[in-house]
């Protein structure tokens, strides 16, 4: 009765797939064309900071800067600040700011609900413990090898 079972239950896994790959396949998809570039720049550090930009012919943008703070401990960390733009199918613009730290990613955008960057922003404000409560260290199990 259970091998009856399972192998009914093994068909209808197998149909229920075949189903999905066929309407996969058969799914068409819209190509779109390549947007160019307009303005772009980078800057790298040899400590890890960076800036770097660029502009679509589209009216896409993107920006983004990183800062190293803590540099040389093992507290070392770096803050990523930047920001995105570009249009929707509505030809509406959606525009992202975004930070993320030692204390984590917080967005903020008009394709975001506020319930959403607020619960981030105030995840990131709450106190860290101190370091040496933290276990930063790896340490190998007993039998490895």
């Known amino acids: ?7 009914l239950l093994g068909l209808c896994l197998v149909g229920a797939l075949g189903d999905a790959v066929d309407l996969r396949v058969s799914s ?9 570039i307009v303005d772009s720049g980078q800057e790298k ?14 009216g896409s943008h993107r920006e983004e800067t990183a800062v190293v703070h803590n540099a040389g401990t093992k507290a070392e960390f770096l803050e990523v ?3 995105y733009s570009y249009f929707d199918g509505d030809g509406k613009e ?10 984590g990613f917080v967005p903020e955008g008009n394709n975001i ?3 959403i960057s607020e619960a981030a922003k105030l995840t990131s404000e709450q106190q860290q413990p101190a370091e040496s409560v933290l276990v ?10």
């Open 136 to 145: 930063t260290d790896y340490i190998k199990p007993p039998n490895y090898k």
């Open 94 to 103: 959606v525009e992202v700011h975004y930070k993320a730290d030692d204390h």
């Open 81 to 83: 600040s930047g920001s």
């Open 113 to 115: 609900l506020p319930q």
């Open 1 to 7: 009765m259970l091998k009856l079972l399972l192998s």
């Open 28 to 36: 068409t998809t819209t190509a779109t064309a390549a947007v160019g």
């Open 45 to 58: 550090h040899d400590d890890g900071s960076y800036h770097f930009f660029y502009q679509g012919e589209d």
